[in-house]
């Protein structure tokens, strides 16, 4: 069992504990010597990580995706937390817990299913509703379905997100089409049960999340036309121009062009639907954003790509002495040996963060401190 995630280490704190490895990288202090920059992950979040003594003794012995046990120093470098190993060894399946390492729905998946099922169970149209039955009787689509994230990293990034994300946008459309009378709720609610299934084989999720050689070479919106392409052929009474619409609101829900798809939505549902999918994904990565912000201070997260611009800490903003973080003291410098000041590429060094500068004991620095207490009249 896991003993110590990313969101429960504490500054200035010696660690003990078990990551998954997600990102790896070999860089070169000035003296020629390597070092390792890594990021380091469990189901609660990644901790960027440095190890910069006896590195070549480790170095080849496990790679990205492995799971490690480390021991070393938790610090805040720039406002934000990260780990310095000091001993680092690969660590076989068998001596960890899967389920410690990779970020899940907060639902159930079996839950979260029969919900889908039900949904599916209440369309009223037949062929619609024959189609999806059809696709989910697939015992292989069904538990891929059930487990996939529904993107690598910008929204509902984690194992049940797809299906997650599936359900929002279907309790949506409900809002919608009650709102708006003359839209095809069936129509509606196939498309956003059906426009991201091409993610169950566009995305690798057994380790860290990544893209298959499919997925890279077609993405998941061609991917998801072929799958229920392969399916309609089982049905040949589908009616050729409800599978066109179909099809279309899948190819456009992108939106744009730049964007990914095929085709810009040319009619009602298919906007909808691209606005609907639009506004849940945003909504999932700001919240993801701020859950997982790894800023210690401040109202505002660093930057998010994904939604280009920084986002707000509203409940910091509104409320700062409740949710103020209690101040770290400052970090022990790294040992002489190990001293960041010989890599080539900067690295986060927690002693930079003190901005307090003393002064050498030279003539020079004798004769500057004697002019600065100098009263201004002379």
């Given amino acids: 069992m896991k003993s110590v995630f990313v969101t429960a280490m504490v500054p200035n704190e010696t660690i003990t ?7 790896k990288e070999v860089r070169q202090k000035k003296t020629g010597e390597p070092y390792l920059s890594l990021l380091l992950a469990d189901r609660s979040g990644e901790i960027e990580a440095k190890m910069w003594d006896n590195v070549s003794e480790i170095l080849t012995t496990f790679e ?8 070393g120093l938790a610090q805040v470098y ?3 937390p990260q780990f310095t190993i ?3 060894r690969r660590l076989e399946d068998h001596e960890v817990e899967l389920t410690d390492y990779f970020p899940c729905s907060a639902r159930d998946a079996d839950e979260m299913f029969a919900e889908l099922l039900s949904i599916i169970e209440s369309l009223q149209n037949p062929h619609l509703k024959g189609l999806l039955e059809l696709i989910f009787s697939d015992e292989r689509v069904a538990s891929l379905y059930r487990r996939a994230p529904a993107a690598k990293s910008i929204h509902h990034a984690y194992l049940g997100g797809l299906i997650e994300h599936v359900l929002s946008l279907c309790a949506l459309s409900r809002t919608v089409a009650a709102h708006y009378h003359d839209v095809d709720l069936d129509l509606l609610l196939t498309a956003a049960i059906l426009h991201d299934i091409g993610k169950i084989e566009e995305l690798k999720f057994e380790r860290s999340f990544g893209y298959t050689t499919p997925g890279q070479l077609l993405g998941h919106i061609v991917i998801g036309v072929q799958m229920i392409g392969d399916k309609l052929r089982m049905l040949p009474d589908f009616p050729p121009k409800v599978r066109m619409l179909l099809e279309h609101i899948i190819l456009s829900h992108h939106g744009e062009l730049e964007f990914g798809s095929p085709k810009v939505p040319v009619f009602l549902e298919a906007l909808l639907f691209h606005h609907l999918d639009n506004l849940d994904s945003k909504v999932e990565a700001m919240r993801c954003a701020l859950a997982r912000d790894r800023q210690v201070d401040g109202e505002f997260t660093n930057w998010i790509p994904a939604l280009e611009r920084t986002v707000l800490k509203k409940d910091r903003f509104l409320h ?11 970090p022990p410098s790294p040992p002489e040996h190990s001293d960041p000041h010989h890599e080539t590429k900067q690295a986060p060094r927690p002693a930079e963060s003190d901005k307090s500068v003393s002064v050498a004991n030279t003539v020079f620095a004798e004769k500057l401190q004697a002019v600065l207490r100098k009263p201004e009249s002379q």
Avoid: G, I, M, W
């Avoid at 504990?17 to 990102?23: A, E, G, I, M, P």
């Avoid at 990205?64 to 021991?71: L, N, T």
């Fill in 17 to 23: 504990t078990h990551f998954l490895v997600t990102h």
């Fill in 78 to 80: 720039n406002n934000r």
């Fill in 320 to 330: 700062p002495q409740e949710t103020a973080a209690p101040p770290a003291s400052r």
């Fill in 64 to 71: 990205r995706d492995d799971f490690v046990k480390v021991k």
């Fill in 86 to 88: 000091h001993k680092l």
